[in-house]
T-cell receptor, first 111, second 115 residues
Framework: TQLLEQSPQFLSIQEGENLTVYCNSS?????LQWYRQEPGEGPVLLVT?????EVKKLKRLTFQFGDARKDSSLHITAAQPGDTGLYLC???????????FGTGTSLTVIP | GAGVSQSPSNKVTEKGKDVELRCDPI?????LYWYRQSLGQGLEFLIY????????KSGLPSDRFSAERTGGSVSTLTIQRTQQEDSAVYLC?????????????FGPGTRLTVL
């Protein structure tokens, strides 16, 4: 059982569509991060959210941290082919010093 | 260089052989992490070094896996008596401070194939 479950696991959409990726856990996290990974490269940090209920926007990407700090979502508006990649949530569990990555969501945006 | 580097980029080995994977973190970063990633999947935590503290080895899958970090900088992940299930991309990351929301900077990974 993974501590951070992401859904959906795979997503293929047409350019211009909107999408939401979810990251859920039964544990409380002191902070959550979202990374994007392209083939053959390591993940790159997109955003960090630290406060329950926090919403951060990065151009067409909107990130939300759940009020109870157990879940997060990533919403992409008007997806573009350049958004294609593996999206990973990750975070520090509140009760210790363990850092966990989510199961990943593979996004393909078709031109 | 400015980023995390890993070598080799690709490694093909025969079952039963030992392999060493190297990671050069960003200079000045106190924390270093090793992860394993199967094709298109999330990252599996292996081991975490923070400064001079004892490493967190809780993610190592078996005693065939070990890692060292010499002088608080370069790290080597060693896999002894490799098995086919060890085939994966091994990613190294470093960050300035281990706790909290500090960003991890990843290397490009080493793709290990065990025949």
């Amino acid at each position: 059982t993974q501590l951070l479950e992401q859904s959906p696991q795979f997503l293929s959409i047409q350019e211009g569509e909107n999408l939401t990726v979810y990251c859920n856990s039964s544990s409380v996290f002191s902070s959550l991060q979202w990374y994007r990974q392209e083939p053959g490269e390591g993940p790159v940090l997109l955003v960090t959210v630290v406060t329950g209920g926090e919403v951060k926007k990065l151009k067409r990407l909107t990130f939300q941290f759940g009020d109870a700090r157990k879940d997060s979502s990533l919403h992409i508006t008007a997806a573009q082919p350049g958004d294609t990649g593996l999206y990973l949530c990750a975070g520090w569990v509140n009760t210790g010093n363990q850092f966990y990555f989510g199961t990943g969501t593979s996004l393909t945006v078709i031109p | 260089g400015a980023g995390v580097s890993q070598s080799p980029s690709n490694k093909v080995t025969e079952k039963g052989k030992d392999v060493e994977l190297r990671c050069d973190p960003i200079s000045g970063h106190t924390a270093l992490y090793w992860y394993r990633q199967s094709l298109g999947q999330g990252l599996e935590f292996l081991i975490y070094f923070q400064g001079n503290s004892a490493p967190d080895k809780s993610g190592l899958p078996s005693d065939r896996f070990s890692a060292e970090r010499t002088g608080g900088s370069v790290s080597t992940l060693t896999i002894q008596r490799t098995q086919q299930e060890d085939s994966a991309v091994y990613l190294c990351a470093s960050s300035f401070i281990g706790y909290g929301s500090n960003e991890q900077f990843f290397g490009p990974g080493t793709r290990l194939t065990v025949l």
